[in-house]
């Protein structure tokens, strides 16, 4: 059997620009535009959370009967304002009932993480780790808690994560 080929991917849906550029002696197909430049964002973020595929909002629209997604988080990507819930494909549907499982207790704690309930949130992920120890997303939420416990949050804090790294 030959090496496993791991890859990571970003999709994102938007209006973009679609076509050959450049002029006659060098033309070049390429897609252009913000939408395009979240996508490429996403799929540097896969490395944060330890996924493969990570998809946003208005890309996970409408697929929900077709895979198994789960919210990862709400991120703010390099060169935007407004944040991005990003999303894990983790499966065509229907999936099974260890994955759907692990879907409900990852969005528990993700619930508990966004209200600061830091304790809660870390006893959903470590029984969720227990019975998924390779649950990388879940791992790197652990993580994000542990230096937040200590941190002196803002009134304001909205649980986004600054992804100021591609």
């Known amino acids: ?75 703010r990507v390099q060169g935007r304002r407004r944040p991005v819930a990003v999303f894990e494909i983790m499966a065509e549907a229907p999936g099974n009932a260890q994955l759907h499982e692990r879907v409900a207790f990852y969005t528990r704690a993700l619930g508990r993480y966004r209200d600061q309930d830091w304790d809660g949130a870390e006893e959903i992920l470590r029984e969720l780790l227990s019975a998924q120890p390779d649950d990388a997303s879940a791992k790197a939420l652990m993580a994000r808690i542990a230096l937040l416990r200590g941190a002196s949050l803002p009134a304001d804090w909205d649980g986004v994560y600054e992804a100021i790294s591609k």
């Not at 496993?4 to 060098?26: A, D, H, Y």
């Not at 939408?35 to 996970?60: C, D, H, M, P, W």
Request: glycine share 14%; with cysteine.
């Open 1 to 75: 059997m030959g090496a496993r080929l791991r890859m990571r991917i970003g999709l994102n849906t938007g209006p973009m620009v679609v076509g050959f550029t450049g002029s006659e002696k060098k033309l070049c197909y390429t897609a252009l535009g913000d939408a395009v430049n979240t996508g490429s964002r996403l799929e540097g973020a896969n490395k944060f959370y330890g996924s493969q595929i990570l998809a946003s909002e208005s890309t996970v629209a409408g697929l929900e009967d077709r895979f198994v997604i789960r919210e990862l988080d709400r991120i």
